[in-house]
C-alpha cells in the first residue's frame, strides 16, 4: 500500500514537469535513499495515537532516527545539510545528529520555519500589511506550543510592531495562534499542515543554502554560549544566513518578566523531551 502510494507521488512529480527534476528514486533501502544526498529533508515521523503519551511518542521516533542518523553519516555527501520536520521535530533532530558522528553539528537543523511563517502571517493580517513589509520576526525554543514567538524587534513598514498591537492581541490571540496553529489546522481540515509545511520546509532549505539577510527561525544544537541555552538542546533561534551557512542573531535582550517566563518553559519542555530519550544518546 505504501509503495502505491509513494508511486502516486512519483507520477505527479513526473507530471509536474520540473525543469530541474532528473530522476525519482523509490527505495525503502536507506543506503540507497541517502547516497550522496546533499540536502535532506526528513519529513516523516510516526504520529502520536489514541492514549500514547508524548514521551511514548519521543521513544518511537527515537529508533527511527537512530537509523536515519547512521545512514546520513555513512552514505551522504559530507557537506549534506538536513532539516527534520517530522515531529517532535526538536529532539528527531538532537538524535539523528548524535548518530552522524563524521558530520559537522550545524549540518542538522529542526524546522521552526513553519511557525515563523504562522506568526508573519497574523501580524499582518492584524496590521493590514503585507508579510514583506516585516522584518525581525523571532520563534525561540521548541516546535509545540511551548514555543516563544517574539514580537520585540519586529517592524511592520520600518515601524515598531510592538506601538502597532494591543498587548492584550499578542498575548491572547497572536501568541497562542501561532502556539496551537497545528492543532487548529487539524481541526479545520481533519488532517495535519501539508502545503504549508512542505512551503516552510523549502524557505528553510533555500535560505540555508542560497542565504539571505532577512531574519530566520532556525532550530540548531546549542553550545551553551548563547543566550542561557543550555548545551545540547536543539533550540530555535532568530538567525541570518551566508550561503551555506547559517550564522545566530546575538545580542538581542531577553531580560523581561515575559521573555524569560517563555523561554524557560520552552527550554524545561525540551530538557524533558531530552530525559526521554536520553536511552539513545
Excluded at 520540473?18 to 510516526?46: R, W
Excluded at 514555543?147 to 490571540?173: F, H, Q
Excluded at 521573555?259 to 539513545?280: I, P
Amino acid at each position: 500500500m505504501q509503495e502505491q502510494v509513494l508511486k502516486g507521488v512519483m507520477a505527479e512529480l513526473h507530471d509536474s514537469a520540473f525543469p530541474l527534476l532528473d530522476e525519482v528514486i523509490i527505495t525503502s533501502n536507506l543506503a540507497t535513499a541517502f547516497k550522496d544526498v546533499n540536502y535532506n529533508f526528513l519529513v516523516g515521523a510516526k504520529p502520536r495515537g489514541p492514549g500514547m503519551e508524548r514521551a511514548d511518542l519521543l521513544k518511537d521516533n527515537g529508533k527511527i532516527f537512530v537509523d536515519i542518523g547512521k545512514a546520513i553519516n555513512d552514505h551522504c555527501a559530507r557537506d549534506a545539510k538536513t532539516i527534520v520536520v517530522g515531529n517532535p521535530a526538536n529532539t528527531n533532530a538532537l538524535i539523528c545528529q548524535h548518530y552522524a558522528k563524521d558530520m559537522p553539528v550545524s549540518s542538522f537543523t529542526a524546522m521552526t520555519r513553519l511557525d515563523h511563517n504562522r506568526a508573519l502571517t497574523q501580524l499582518a493580517l492584524k496590521t493590514g500589511s503585507k508579510v514583506t513589509d516585516i522584518k525581525k520576526m523571532a520563534v525561540w525554543g521548541n516546535h509545540s506550543p511551548t514555543m516563544y514567538p517574539d514580537l520585540r524587534n519586529c517592524t511592520v513598514k520600518g515601524k515598531n510592531a510592538m506601538s502597532l498591537v494591543d498587548p492584550a492581541w499578542i498575548k491572547d490571540e497572536f501568541t497562542p495562534r501561532v502556539q496551537k496553529r497545528g492543532a487548529e489546522i487539524i481541526e479545520l481540515r481533519k488532517l495535519s499542515s501539508a502545503a504549508s509545511a512542505a512551503n516552510a520546509a523549502v524557505d528553510h532549505m533555500r535560505d540555508w543554502a542560497l542565504g539571505s539577510s532577512e531574519w530566520q527561525s532556525i532550530a540548531f544544537k546549542s553550545d551553551g554560549k548563547l543566550y542561557g541555552i543550555p548545551e545540547g538542546l536543539m533550540f530555535s533561534v532568530p538567525c541570518t544566513s551566508t550561503p551555506g551557512h547559517y550564522e545566530p542573531v546575538k545580542g538581542l535582550k531577553l531580560d523581561d518578566e515575559v521573555s524569560v517566563a517563555r523561554m524557560k518553559k520552552t527550554t524545561d519542555e525540551l530538557l524533558e523531551e531530552r530525559k526521554a530519550v536520553q536511552h539513545l544518546l
